[in-house]
Nanobody, 127 residues
Framework: QVQLVESGGGLVQAGGSLRLSCAAS????????MAWFRQAPGKDREFVAA????????LYPNSVKGRFTISRDNAKNTVYLQMNSLKPEDTAVYYC????????????????????WGQGTQVTVSS
């Protein structure tokens, strides 16, 4: 089992920045992929970013590429999502997710592939 706890959400003005954290525990994550998703009211869960724990390769959708950066700290077993140039449409609950992911497989943006989820943290961007 992997336990994930997100933090760092809040209210920010458009154009501002936030950094989300996801503290992981329960297993060694060297063979895992970690990701961030978000879900706005009335919308489907949307992929935001993914990172391979070992090696650090990343994946982003076009909607956040160049504005958001996912990273991990091996010593702290923590994944971060640095969000810059925030827009009102970035408002959502942000979830951290994890799954065992073999090195020969490309990172995935499909939420169904991720087995472990945090409780979510609210991000609100005001215009």
């Amino acid at each position: 089992q992997v336990q994930l706890v997100e933090s760092g959400g809040g209210l920010v003005q458009a154009g501002g920045s936030l950094r989300l954290s996801c503290a992981a525990s329960g297993r060694t994550l060297s063979s895992y992929a970690m990701a961030w998703f978000r879900q706005a009211p009335g919308k489907d869960r949307e992929f935001v970013a993914a990172i391979r724990w070992s090696g650090g390769s990343t994946l982003y959708p076009n909607s956040v590429k160049g504005r958001f950066t996912i990273s991990r700290d091996n010593a702290k077993n923590t994944v971060y999502l640095q969000m810059n140039s925030l827009k009102p449409e970035d408002t959502a609950v942000y979830y951290c997710a994890a799954c065992y992911w073999p090195v020969f497989k490309a990172l995935t943006s499909a939420p169904d592939e991720y087995d472990y989820w945090g409780q979510g943290t609210q991000v609100t961007v005001s215009s």
